[in-house]
């Protein structure tokens, strides 16, 4: 069974700071997805990552996907206020069809 | 182009009645997946479809929860009875699979069901 971890699951930072969310799954894949949640919203799609080495930009924040480690990284990079949100990582086997599995979340908080 | 229409977006229901929630997936997309979100489980997957078939349901925590998808455009998921328990928000989703697609998920709004 495909499990997903992520680390912290709490994060409370100052605004201007960087730090990184840390997603670590057990079985072989090569595509690995991170989605941000707003409170008593949706998912919303940040970045996709087909293969090993990915890395992907946007703004403040940067996805990376080592297959070899089985983790992703999402960096935060001088966190604003606008970045408080819980961020889930999910992970596809790739097969036709299949379904992916989401890590716990990571509720982030940016503080002034 | 629209993306998952999820209705209704509120529902404040009864123990004991039933519920139906809808889903209409993205156009081309020929995997749908029903997700329950609450505080202590978090995100759980209860059922997915692939091509209208439904692949896997060992999500579905009870007999009292069964899922429809009689077409390529509509879902549906039945709770009857329902209890408190199963307040929680629940998503629909789909995705392409076909035709070398990133397989990336995408969300509808969400239905917040309240059971009293």
């Known amino acids: 069974e495909l499990k997903v971890e992520q680390n912290p699951l709490f994060l409370s930072m100052q605004e201007g700071k960087n730090y990184t969310i840390y997603c670590n799954y057990s079985?072989?894949?090569?595509?690995l997805y991170w989605y941000r949640q707003d409170p008593g919203k949706s998912l919303e799609s940040l970045f996709v990552?087909?293969?090993?080495?990915a890395v992907k930009q946007e703004g403040r924040l940067m996805a990376s996907l080592d297959t070899k480690a089985r983790l992703s990284t999402l960096h935060i990079t001088a966190a604003v206020h606008d970045l408080s949100a819980t961020y889930f990582c999910a992970v596809d086997r790739g097969t036709s069809g299949s379904r992916l599995t989401f890590g716990e979340g990571t509720q982030l908080t940016v503080n002034p | 182009d629209a993306g998952v229409i999820q209705s209704p977006r509120h529902e404040v229901t009864e123990m004991g009645q039933e519920v139906t929630l809808r889903c209409k997936p993205i156009s081309g997309h020929n995997s749908l997946f029903w997700y329950r979100q609450t505080m202590m489980r978090g995100l759980e997957l209860l059922i997915y479809?692939?091509?209208?078939?439904?692949?896997?349901d060992s999500g579905m925590p009870e007999d009292r929860f069964s899922a429809k998808m009689p077409n390529a455009s509509f879902s549906t998921l039945k709770i009857q009875p329902s209890e408190p328990r199963d307040s929680a928000v629940y998503f629909c989703?789909?995705?392409?699979?076909?035709?070398?697609?990133?397989?990336?998920?995408?969300f509808g709004e969400g239905s917040r069901l309240t059971v009293l």
């Open positions: 479809f692939n091509n209208n078939v439904p692949i896997d």
């Open positions: 079985t072989t894949s090569d595509r």
């Open positions: 990552l087909l293969s090993n080495g």
């Open positions: 989703a789909s995705k392409r699979t076909s035709g070398g697609a990133s397989g990336e998920l995408f």
